[in-house]
Each structure stands twice: as C-alpha cells, then as structure tokens.
C-alpha cells in the first residue's frame, strides 16, 4: 500500500540530494549537455522545478499544465538560466509541493495528469520522487542508477512493468533481477522473453537511460520498449 506520508519525505530526501550536488557546479555546465538528448542541464533543472509546479496544480485541483506548447516553452525560457536562479528555484518549487502535500485531505481520490493519464492522489508523491531521482542521474554529474536506494529501484521497476503491461508492441515479457520477477508487455499464459540482470540495469532499460546490453536475455531479442 502507497504510503504518501513517507514518499513525501523520499522526495525531501532526494531533492536536498539533488540541490548539494547541483550547488557544486558553474554556470558554463549547467549550460552543457544532459545525459538527454536535445537538452542542457539547465533544461533538466528547469523541468524538475516547473514539475513540481505542475504537481502542485494537480493536488489543487486544476489541470497539471496550461497546454503541451506551454510546458516546453516555460522550460526553453528557464533552461539559460545562472545557476543561482536554478537552484533557487527548484527549492521554492519543491516548498509548494510540500506544502500543498502537507494540505491534502483525500488522498484516495482520483487526479489527472498529462495526456489523460489519471491516479490517486497518493501515488504523486513517489511519482515526484521518480522525477527528481532519475533526472537527476540524467544531469550526468556523478550519481548514477546504482546509487539509487533499492527500495526506489524495485519500487520504479514495479511501476514501470505495470505502465508497459497490455502494451501491444511488447511481447509478454518476465523481468527478474534473480531473486524477484515482473511481467510486463502483452498478457499471455506464458512469457515469451525472460530478461534478467541486475536491478539497477534493469531500471535503466526499463526507463530508457540504458540500452540493456548487460542484459541476459532469453526466448528472444531484447523488447524494445515505448518512449516515455
């Protein structure tokens, strides 16, 4: 069972990880690339904050973001930015989220996100925590998906089998670490791929940051997954 209370505290946790680690670096790299193609660690630092934002939006009741065109412009604005303004930002975001995570009352009720996408309100808080983790692994400056807490590894790969599973473009697929197993892709009596490894690598194909080729896999090539 989701227990917001506590993932509310994980996001705390990850998010002073995350504004340390980012305090150490200089203007000219957060102008460099991110581990993401197309964008600057500044437009991953812009996003995470601009998300919390848009997190708060769904807890208040009003929709995550104005319109696609809008989210991606907010964070082509930002993304320049020094870093000073940067990190002043992402922790006056991640106080609105928490604050608006302290005012919740009906955390059982159903909220939209992007694209139709709905959940309960208790699962925001580990889906807050999932953004500021693996971007920041993608910001490429020394935390990586091995440094994860494995609690988080095994709960995001949890998430990410049940998000691919029905998928029509996914061969139904066992997922297993050695000690623990997931099914994923299109539902069937039997799997027709095994894909085995350790659970770090497992999260990074799972969530596109790892091209699976330390992967042991078995009944087939490797499954090539949707974007996310």
């Known amino acids: 069972m989701t227990d917001h209370a506590r993932d509310l505290a994980s996001v705390r946790d990850a998010t002073d990880r995350l504004l340390t680690a980012s305090a150490a670096l200089h203007n ?43 989210r991606d ?15 002043a930002d992402l922790r006056e975001s991640a106080a609105r989220f928490e604050e ?9 009720r159903t909220v939209e996100l992007r694209n139709g996408v709905t959940d309960t309100a208790g699962r925001l808080p580990f889906r807050r925590w999932i953004e500021v983790e693996l971007h920041h692994v993608d910001l490429g400056i020394g935390y990586e998906l091995e440094d994860l807490a494995p609690e988080f590894v095994e709960r995001e ?41 350790p659970a770090p690598e497992l999260l990074g194909w799972l969530c596109g940051r790892r091209d699976g080729s330390a992967l042991k896999v078995e009944g087939g090539p490797l499954p090539t997954l949707p974007p996310l």
């Open 100 to 108: 608006a995570g302290a005012a919740v009352a009906d955390w059982s």
């Open 28 to 70: 000219a790299a957060v102008a460099e690339p991110s581990r993401l193609p197309g964008w600057s660690r500044g437009h991953v630092l812009a996003h995470l904050a601009r998300n919390a934002d848009a997190l708060v939006n769904v807890l208040q009741g009003r929709p995550m973001y104005v319109s696609a065109q809008a």
């Open 73 to 87: 412009a907010d964070i082509e604005r930002d993304a320049p930015r020094p870093l000073d303004l940067h990190l």
């Open 157 to 197: 790969i949890d998430f990410l089998a049940a998000r691919f599973t029905g998928g029509p473009d996914v061969p139904p697929t066992r997922v297993t670490d050695g000690t623990r197993a997931w099914s994923t892709g299109r539902q069937a009596a039997e799997p027709e791929v095994t894909v085995q490894g």
